[in-house]
């Protein structure tokens, strides 16, 4: 029997990594607050163009998830999140220079919006494909768990920090932060020593031309709804962020307008829920080891599609303590359920394979959701809010059947690595199973 990998803890390079990503993700959250308030309060702009800088911030979600995947594929992992850390410093920069000699507008916030959702996409896939590079198998439970430790602590004390700093900076000077932050990730990330698997170059005397991007893409396409787990994964969790947004699109509406929630009552019910997040980080991989991979993912999805009916269905008395017990259940579950569903993902994935897996999980997932939340603000308008809510919540129930009914469940410990994959379709790589 192997022996057991030492705690990431005392592992020089996971550190370098985890530490990139903390100060990154604590300083944009300066970034996600400040640039809408620096629209509606410094440019004083129309709720027609503070509605389209959200849009063009996602856009690059959508549009560039799938070439995302391929480029990161193509090439080395590491270089790409540098580039993208740098690029993401120099155009939140521009904001605060801008402000100073009184030139910002819309444009530029649309210009900065847009650029840094291309390269967070970019940072995005490559992050999620570098870490098994990193660490061991075994370890990457252990190493998505503290990651996701740091983005649920981001979560909860980011908006609190982003505010203080944003009112004793000004929200334009206060981004110069977020830029700094960007900078050092790119520090420690150029700090990291272990060196990754070679990029294989294409032979073209054996096999002809290069594939051409929608050829690579088809084939990310192909090896995700080709393989059983994968395909079973994305249709759980496409399935919970489509009826998710259904509710979510118009919760703050309906919390406010027909249950006479305050600001301060939802700000404090959502920071209770949030707690959630950062208990499932703390103990996820202590209850996968006792419970096992499948078992988990079967569980966490049963939680999340409950988490929906505690709104839907509590008495006006009850509805505070609703929102909280609702999006502690959601956050717990959610955030369990994506360290396995990601460590499983990374394990069974070739090298070769990473890219393209991971930007094709993305956008699948990613993509039901504008569905969901334009369906979300229809029903809304034309059944009403309270049935909007309860549609989204019922829907929600179905998202643990795909899960659930395949071979998952089965799953106890994480697969061993896989080299190459010659057939989607193939038999499920090797695990101790139930």
């Not at 990161?72 to 540098?82: E, K």
């Not at 896939?125 to 061991?136: D, G, K, T």
């Not at 990601?342 to 569905?371: C, D, E, H, K």
């Amino acid at each position: 029997m192997a022996s057991p990998s030492r705690s990431l803890l005392r592992h020089p390079d996971f550190l370098k990594l985890w530490t990139a990503e903390t100060v990154s993700v604590f300083g944009s959250a300066i970034t996600q607050l400040a640039l809408p308030l620096i629209a509606a309060t410094t440019l004083k702009v129309s709720p027609f163009e503070f509605g389209l800088l959200t849009t063009i911030e996602f856009l690059p979600f959508i549009l560039l998830s799938l070439p995302a995947g391929v480029w990161v594929d193509r090439l080395r992992r590491r270089p790409i999140m540098i580039v993208a850390d740098v690029g993401r410093a120099a155009a939140i920069a521009s904001i605060p220079v801008a402000f100073a000699v009184d030139a910002l507008t819309i444009w530029q916030l649309y210009a900065v919006g847009f650029v840094n959702g291309c390269l967070t996409v970019f940072f995005d896939v490559a992050y999620q494909s570098y870490l098994p590079s990193v660490v061991e198998r075994d370890q990457l439970v252990e190493g998505n768990s503290k990651l996701e430790i740091t983005r649920s602590a981001s979560q909860i004390a980011g908006p609190t920090a982003a505010g203080l700093l944003i009112g004793f900076f000004r929200a334009p000077f206060a981004m110069t932060l977020d830029a700094l932050s960007y900078l050092w990730s790119a520090a420690f990330l150029l700090l990291i020593r272990r060196p990754e698997p070679p990029v294989e170059p294409h032979d073209e005397v054996a096999h002809g031309p290069g594939p051409s991007m929608r050829r690579e893409i088809g084939a990310g396409l192909r090896y995700v709804l080709g393989h059983r787990w994968l395909r079973s994964i994305a249709a759980t969790t496409g399935t919970s962020n489509f009826f998710g947004n259904v509710a979510g699109a118009i919760l703050i509406l309906y919390l406010t307008t027909e249950r006479g929630l305050g600001p301060e009552a939802i700000g404090f019910a959502f920071s209770i829920g949030s707690l959630g997040f950062l208990g499932a980080a703390l103990v996820t991989g202590r209850l996968t080891g006792w419970l096992g991979v499948g078992r988990m993912l079967v569980l966490t999805s049963i939680g999340f599609s409950l988490s929906g009916l505690p709104i839907a269905f509590a008495p006006d008395a009850l509805i505070w303590w609703a929102v909280a017990v609702s999006g502690f259940l959601g956050g717990f579950c959610g955030v369990a359920w994506n360290i396995n569903q990601v460590s499983l993902r990374q394990a069974i994935t070739p090298p070769r394979m990473q890219g393209r897996m991971n930007a094709t999980m993305r956008f699948i997932v990613w993509g039901t959701m504008p569905v969901g939340a334009i369906l979300g603000g229809a029903l809304g308008g034309i059944i009403g809010l309270q049935e909007t809510i309860v549609v989204g919540a019922l829907g929600g129930l179905v998202a643990f059947i795909p899960v659930t009914l395949s071979s998952v469940r089965s799953i106890v410990t994480m697969p061993a690595p896989i080299e190459d994959t010659p057939s989607p379709g193939a038999a499920a790589p090797a695990a101790e199973l139930a």
